[in-house]
C-alpha cells in the first residue's frame, strides 16, 4: 500500500501537507444541509476571532472545523509563532498546552533556545484559503527544523526568516543540517500520549530508525510524508469527550521503518509511473463539513 501510495504521488506531483498520511476514517458526523454550496475555505478563511463556544474539534482533520479556539501566544519564554499575517496560531486547548511543554523540551537541547512555531489552525479551524488540506480541527501543529538561537524576533522577521531543509537525494537522506536533538525532539514528541502521528520525510524516519535503542514503540507514530523537511507535522488525538470529533485509524502495528525504507527506495529507484484513477475534485463546500461547522462560523 505504502509503495502505492509512494509512486502515485511521487509522479503527480503532490504538495506537502495536502493530504497527510493515512485518510482518516469515513465520518459519522452529520453534514451540513446540502443547499449550502459555498466554498467552504472562502468562508473560514476569512474570519479574524474564534466562535464564542466551548472548545471543541469537529469532525476529521481534512474536513471540520474547531468551536472555541485559543490562541498560541505569539511569544513565549520558549517559543515564537511564526507567519503571524498568516493568523493560524489558533488549536484547542490541549494543542496549545502541548506546544507550551514541547518548547520547554526543546530549549534543554543543545543549540535550541526553543521552538518555531508554524502553522496550527485557523480560529475557527476549517479548510484555508492556501496550503494545507488539513489543520482544520485545532490538532495539527508544524514545528520548524530550524533550531532558535533568539526568541525576540519581531514581526517583520518572522515573515521573511525561513527554516531550513534536512534532506538531501529528494528525501531519501538527511543532510549534515540533521542532529541528534532534532531525533530528541521528535522522538520526545512522539512518546507523548497525545500525539496521534508526526509526519516527517522519509530519509529522517529511516535515520531514527537506524539511531534509535532501546524501547522503539514511539517510531511507530512517526510517519513517513512527502515535504516535511523544512518542518516536522505533529498530530494530536482527539480529545476524549470531544464527541464530534473523529480521529484517524491508529498507525499500522510495529515501527515502520520497513515501509520507510521502501519510501527511501522508491526515491533513489522510481517504479513505473501508475495512471491515476483518482478524479479531480473541486474545494470543499459547506455542506460537506459536519453539520456543527455553519454554528461555528456563525459564533
Not at 44 to 61: D, K, L, N, V
Not at 129 to 152: C, F, K, Y
Not at 238 to 256: F, L, R, W
Request: one cysteine or more.
Amino acid at each position: 500500500m505504502v509503495r502505492i501510495i509512494t509512486v502515485i504521488a511521487l509522479f503527480l506531483g503532490l504538495a506537502a501537507c495536502q493530504s497527510d498520511d493515512d485518510t482518516p476514517r469515513r465520518s459519522s458526523v452529520s453534514t451540513q444541509s446540502s443547499n449550502d454550496t459555498r466554498v467552504a475555505k472562502s468562508v473560514f478563511g476569512h474570519i479574524p476571532t474564534p466562535s464564542a463556544q466551548e472548545s471543541e474539534s469537529i469532525g476529521g482533520y481534512a474536513k471540520g472545523c474547531q468551536a472555541g479556539a485559543v490562541q498560541l501566544a505569539e511569544t513565549g519564554p520558549t517559543w515564537q509563532a511564526m507567519r503571524l499575517s498568516r493568523n493560524r496560531n489558533w488549536a484547542q486547548p490541549t494543542t496549545v498546552a502541548f506546544v507550551e511543554d514541547l518548547s520547554r523540551y526543546a530549549a534543554t537541547l543543545k543549540g535550541w533556545d526553543g521552538l518555531y512555531v508554524g502553522d496550527m489552525s485557523q480560529p475557527r479551524g476549517g479548510p484555508m484559503l492556501t496550503g494545507h488540506a488539513s489543520h482544520q480541527t485545532g490538532l495539527d501543529i508544524d514545528v520548524w527544523m530550524l533550531p532558535p538561537e533568539r526568541l525576540n524576533l519581531s514581526a517583520t522577521e518572522r515573515e521573511n526568516i525561513s527554516s531550513i531543509s534536512m534532506q538531501r537525494a529528494n528525501g531519501a537522506y538527511v543532510n549534515s543540517s540533521w542532529t541528534a536533538e532534532h531525533e530528541a525532539l521528535i522522538k520526545r514528541a512522539a512518546e507523548d500520549p497525545r500525539v496521534s502521528r508526526i509526519f516527517v520525510f522519509a530519509g529522517a524516519k529511516v535515520e531514527m530508525c537506524k539511531n534509535a535503542t532501546g524501547d522503539r514503540s514511539w517510531l511507530r507514530k512517526v510517519r513517513p510524508w512527502f515535504g516535511h523537511h523544512y518542518h516536522f507535522h505533529v498530530r494530536l488525538n482527539c480529545v476524549a469527550g470531544d464527541a464530534n470529533c473523529e480521529d484517524q485509524a491508529p498507525p499500522p502495528a510495529g515501527d515502520g521503518c520497513e515501509d520507510a525504507q521502501v519510501w527511501v527506495n522508491n526515491i533513489l529507484n522510481p517504479p513505473p509511473a501508475q495512471p491515476s484513477t483518482a478524479e479531480p475534485r473541486g474545494p470543499l463546500l459547506m455542506a460537506e463539513l459536519p453539520n456543527q461547522c455553519g454554528a461555528v462560523a456563525a459564533n
